[in-house]
Every structure is written in structure tokens, then in C-alpha cells.
T-cell receptor, first 115, second 110 residues
Framework: GAGVSQSPSNKVTEKGKDVELRCDPISGHTALYWYRQRLGQGLEFLIYFQGNSAPDKSGLPSDRFSAERTGESVSTLTIQRTQQEDSAVYLC?????????????FGNGTRLTVT | QQQVKQSPQSLIVQKGGIPIINCAYENTAFDYFPWYQQFPGKGPALLIAIRPDVSEKKEGRFTISFNKSAKQFSLHIMDSQPGDSATYFCAARSNYQLIWGAGTKLIIKP
């Protein structure tokens, strides 16, 4: 595809349920980031993948959050036992690590609402 | 030391005016300073970026001014238009990480 694709675009779930968010990066982009954006706020780093290297998970807020990526393809962010404070837009971005100043290309996000 | 402080939080400017958004940082190891523009319901998109060895960069109506000694940089939008109404984020790069400002919600009144 032409850009980063995220699905679903909206997700409403009940407190305590698990959710899985998906990100399809731009083909050939080896770097992939997940961010969380609460309403009216900035971007909060969650996790970074670069090729087959070990991911940087330093931004994950709790052990309820996990993410996977196989090679340079799709990534999934999983939130277990969702809480109301998890309500936010989850943004995925990819970039080409071959160019040092390669910009981040963002998807339109998944808006998660926990009721 | 990893923070990027952005101001103002919100800004309303009349069409044709020149909104200015400011950012300040502490970490002198930052080596790349992009600005991203975000419209409602969309992800941020790169607008313009600058390296610390340059004091100014212009792309169309958008200009970044960079003051390395003061550790500050700013975005100026010339001849602002209602279509420029969006949230603007400054950022600074350390290795592969972008450290983000909190964002400025800009409204351009017709």
C-alpha cells in the first residue's frame, strides 16, 4: 500500500477484555514505532522495532502491554485486561532506517475506548 | 534532560498573520529537529526539519529558526491560511528516538 495502514480504526471494548491492534508498515521500512496519544496530548513512545534486532520496549506502561513484529512486516500491539485509562489513540509509524533523516510515516491510528 | 518543551499550548491567529511556535531542549546530543503537522483524525505528518548546523530553513510558507547556543528552535508560518489549522509538534532526535513536544493547537481565523 501507499502508506501505513492501521486496523481497526475504532475499537470499543469492555474493561477487562483483551484487544489486539494491527499495523501494516510501508513496504521496505525496517523501523516501526508504536505511540499512544491521549486526547489533546502529545505522543507517548511505547515500543520500537528495527529489523531483526531486539525491540526497545522501554515505553510500555505495564506488563499488560505487549507487541510483536515478524521481520519487516506487520506488527500487532496487544493490551490485556484493558482499563479505562488505556483509552487513547494508538499510532503506528514506520521509517526507512537506510536514510539517517528518514521521516516517520504515521498511520491514522486506532481509537480505543474502554467502557 | 530528554524533554522538549513546546509553547504555546494553543494559538489563534487571523488569516494572513504569522503564528510562531517555540520549542526548547536541554540535551546537546540531539542531532535532528523535525516539525510534524497533525489534522484531526489523522496521524502526524512531517512538515519541515532542520539540523543543528543550520540556523534557518524555509520550505514554502514554513520556516524553522534554530538557535543552537540558546537550545531553542521555532516554527513560523507566513501568510497563514485557515487550512493551516492543525496541531503542530516539534521533536528532537536522539539515536533512533524522537523526543516529542506536547503540541500546539493552531487555529487560523478566516
Amino acid at each position: 500500500g501507499a502508506g501505513v495502514s492501521q486496523s481497526p480504526s475504532n475499537k470499543v471494548t469492555e474493561k477487562g477484555k483483551d484487544v489486539e491492534l494491527r499495523c501494516d508498515p510501508i513496504s521496505g521500512h525496517t523501523a516501526l514505532y508504536w505511540y499512544r496519544q491521549r486526547l489533546g496530548q502529545g505522543l507517548e513512545f511505547l515500543i520500537y522495532f528495527q529489523g531483526n534486532s531486539a525491540p526497545d520496549k522501554s515505553g510500555l506502561p505495564s506488563d499488560r502491554f505487549s507487541a510483536e513484529r515478524t521481520g519487516e512486516s506487520v506488527s500487532t500491539l496487544t493490551i490485556q485486561r484493558t482499563q479505562q485509562e488505556d483509552s487513547a489513540v494508538y499510532l503506528c509509524a514506520s521509517s526507512s532506517a537506510q536514510r539517517r533523516n528518514s521521516p516517520l510515516h504515521f498511520g491514522n491510528g486506532t481509537r480505543l475506548t474502554v467502557t | 534532560q530528554q524533554q522538549v518543551k513546546q509553547s504555546p499550548q494553543s494559538l489563534i491567529v487571523q488569516k494572513g498573520g504569522i503564528p510562531i511556535i517555540n520549542c526548547a531542549y536541554e540535551n546537546t546530543a540531539f542531532d535532528y529537529f523535525p516539525w510534524y503537522q497533525q489534522f484531526p483524525g489523522k496521524g502526524p505528518a512531517l512538515l519541515i526539519a532542520i539540523r543543528p548546523d543550520v540556523s534557518e530553513k524555509k520550505e514554502g510558507r514554513f520556516t524553522i529558526s534554530f538557535n543552537k547556543s540558546a537550545k531553542q528552535f521555532s516554527l513560523h508560518i507566513m501568510d497563514s491560511q485557515p487550512g493551516d489549522s492543525a496541531t503542530y509538534f516539534c521533536a528532537a532526535r536522539s539515536n533512533y528516538q524522537l523526543i516529542w513536544g506536547a503540541g500546539t493547537k493552531l487555529i487560523i481565523k478566516p
